[in-house]
């Protein structure tokens, strides 16, 4: 029963073992602070009958119950009666001359009987039926006795009888505490209300304590401490350190989070033993992963296991957690390199690859969308096919340094225009910027920038001997043979110096604790890159079901708020950032296409709409033409594209009539008068035009 956590014990068994009882439970060290005694009615009721020595050295603040028997006249006197007889017939068992509940409900019961018996008129068997034992008949009063006794209601010594059910009427009861040599009442419990007044008196408990035990001790069986088992791991001392003291041979262990397990379980309100085994072979190597670990935990082969151990599904079905007391998340740490300001490529380096791409794309489409829109009217856009070329690539790209000097006629044009001279400022701005910081700032940037670019070049990947990063890397796509262990962080470094190409690796993935100690140290050398993959802090592990986790995840939770924990880190990890400020962290110094989408969509959109806009009012102002072209039955298909594309590059001889459309700010600077053979007036944008069907027109201006 020691062994066992439970701290609270029912005890029901007869007098004279429980005599015998009690004195082992108090040689056991079992009637002590911290433990709880119930004894049954019986017991409860035949204390008198116990030794007086028993009572005082073995059962002091036992408690127990037994039914609650009313004071009254008639039980004075017959108690009294019953004792000065029993004393008289029996001098040497005066201890037991007490009436107790047995012999009241004894007395009420041949009280009931006889009653039942008066009613049913029970005559008693003649002189020569009572020596016939074994030549008796089935009585035939039987039942009727039965139905007379379940019907008798009285006030009886033990209190009112009644039969329910063939069952004596439930009653209240006394509940006793054992002090001195005696009892003493603490409450009273009644079927209808429960605890009188909702509260017990005062009661003294084992070990003259007044404090309710909590009624499990959290000590091991066959032990007086916890066994913590703790990962024997050389890396990383800071957080969790095993060695062997040379004096003395004997295991110390130190580090952060063994001094935080011994923040916390010091504010416990309870005091919990305990100490620290390391988790090792006989060499003084490391015995398993955490996983194997955290499963000698779930085979009580160790009582927690403290360091660190990170909250992972797999552990979690066998063994139960506190809430992480570390945060959690695995990095990727790659070598970093300083960009080349010499290069003769920086130039393109301030925009990403597909922001270049996507730009120069846009360039030559606005281009295209101008010439649609301005060829028609727009003398700077006539000319030989080279002519039309130029002025596509041209206009577009001047605008970069806004001196282009074409002027532009048609209202789409000038719409489309507008909103392009405002997307090459933000762009240029943008450019300046980007260059500038690249070229008064050291950069840095990181060899590797994601896991498909190491997946898809097949290169090494490293982690940490034990850790579940394992299983987590099987799961990003690496081959087992392109996953490399280490324990320690100069390992590490090596590795990720030498790279993949050398037998070393590309990447090493790490635990956030981890990666930023490791960037303390060389935050010069490598950076993280790419998404944090998230995953649970470190946490203490414990046996499932454990009464502890719940009071020391508590614990924990003060701790971090009062800030403790992060103090007992800062005492341990002297310096975890890069000297600077800088975690190592870096991401793309290119300005990405994710920042100009908006932007563009909206210029290409006006752009477009712009262009639709025009080429449906001209299929509208030339449709009589198109309709003809289209339904030559005579020519191919191609052919009538030709002659429509044709027609489209044909020029709009736009002369201006009392406005001049070339420019002249006056409308009334020129007048101009045309003689030609036939002309086909017609309104386009809203000014006067005539197109001149004879090319052999002749002009004179005045």
Not at 111 to 117: D, H, I, N, S
Not at 148 to 157: P, Q
Not at 184 to 198: A, H, M, Q, S
Request: aromatic share 12%.
């Amino acid at each position: 029963m020691k062994t066992m956590q439970t701290r609270v014990f029912v005890v029901h068994m007869s007098n004279s073992l429980a005599s015998r009882f009690f004195p082992h439970a108090k040689r056991a060290g079992m009637m002590v602070d911290g433990y709880a005694w119930i004894v049954t009615s019986g017991l409860m009721d035949s204390l008198y009958s116990f030794e007086e020595h028993v009572v005082i050295e073995s059962m002091q603040g036992v408690l127990g119950v037994k039914p609650l028997i009313p004071r009254s006249k008639k039980l004075t006197s017959i108690s009294q009666r019953w004792k000065t007889k029993f004393v008289h017939d029996n001098p040497n068992y005066a201890l037991q001359a007490e009436l107790g509940l047995y012999g009241l409900w004894a007395y009420d019961t041949l009280f009931a009987l006889a009653m039942a018996a008066e009613r049913v008129e029970l005559r008693l068997p003649t002189s020569s039926q009572k020596t016939r034992f074994f030549d008796t008949e089935i009585s035939q009063t039987g039942p009727k006795l039965l139905e007379a006794i379940s019907e008798v209601t009285f006030e009886g010594l033990a209190g009112n009888f009644r039969l329910l059910n063939k069952q004596l009427e439930p009653s209240s009861f006394q509940i006793l505490n054992v002090v001195g040599t005696g009892d003493r009442e603490v409450g009273i419990w009644t079927p209808n209300e429960g605890i009188i007044n909702k509260k017990l008196k005062s009661v003294i408990f084992p070990g003259e304590s007044t404090v309710v035990p909590k009624g499990w001790e959290v000590v091991p069986a066959g032990g007086n401490k916890l066994r913590i088992g703790v990962p024997v791991q050389p890396g990383f001392s800071e957080f969790v350190k095993v060695e062997k003291d040379p004096r003395n041979n004997a295991t110390l262990f130190s580090g952060c989070y063994i001094d935080t397990f011994d923040d916390v379980m010091a504010k416990l309100p309870y005091p919990v033993p305990y100490e620290f085994v390391a988790f090792e072979n006989s060499d003084g190597s490391s015995a398993g992963s955490y996983d194997e670990l955290a499963y000698q935990v779930f085979l009580q082969n160790y009582d927690a296991a403290v360091g660190d151990i990170t909250i992972t599904y797999n552990r979690s079905k066998y063994v139960d957690f506190t809430i992480p007391f570390s945060e959690g998340g695995v990095d990727i740490i790659v070598p970093i390199a300083y960009n080349d300001l010499n290069s003769k490529w920086i130039f393109l380096k301030p925009l990403a690859k597909d922001l270049w791409l996507t730009a120069i794309a846009l360039f030559i489409l606005t281009g295209v969308a101008l010439w649609i829109l301005e060829h028609r009217f727009n003398s700077a856009y006539r000319g030989p096919p080279s002519n039309h070329t130029g002025m596509i690539f041209y206009f577009p790209f001047m605008s970069l340094v806004f001196a282009q000097r074409e002027r532009i006629v048609s209202n789409l044009a000038r719409l489309v225009v507008v909103v392009w001279m405002f997307v090459v400022l933000i762009l240029s701005s943008t450019y300046t910027a980007s260059l500038s910081a690249r070229l008064t700032v050291q950069r840095l940037q990181p060899a590797v920038t994601d896991v498909l670019q190491l997946t898809r070049k097949g290169d090494f990947v490293g982690c940490h001997k034990g850790s579940f990063i394992f299983d987590l890397l099987q799961d990003l796509g690496f081959d087992k043979s392109k996953i490399k262990l280490y324990e320690l962080p100069v390992e590490v470094h090596e590795a990720l110096s030498e790279g993949s190409e050398k037998g070393g690796i590309s990447a090493f993935f790490s635990v956030r604790a981890y990666t930023k100690l490791f960037l303390s140290n060389y935050c010069n050398k490598y950076t993280t890159v790419g998404p944090t993959y998230p995953t649970e802090g470190f946490a203490f592990v414990f046996p499932k079901a454990s009464v502890l986790v719940a009071d020391v995840s508590r614990a924990i939770i003060e701790q971090m708020q009062n800030g403790r924990i992060k103090g007992i880190e800062r005492q341990w990890i002297k310096n975890p950032m890069c000297s600077g400020g800088s975690d190592g962290t870096v991401a793309s110094n290119s300005v990405p296409l994710q920042s100009f989408r908006t932007l563009f969509g909206v210029t290409g959109g006006i752009t477009a709409t712009c262009v639709a806009v025009f080429l449906c009012r001209y299929l509208y102002q030339n449709r009589y033409f198109v309709r003809t072209v289209t339904s030559s039955s005579n020519t191919t298909f191609w052919s009538k594209v030709r002659e429509v594309c044709k027609h489209f590059d044909g020029r709009e001889n736009a002369v201006t009539i009392g406005t001049n459309l070339v420019g002249n700010n006056s409308p009334r600077s020129s007048s101009t008068v045309v003689p030609v053979s036939s002309v086909h007036v017609e309104i386009i944008d809203g000014v006067n035009t005539v197109e001149s069907i004879s090319e052999s027109a002749s002009e004179s201006t005045s």
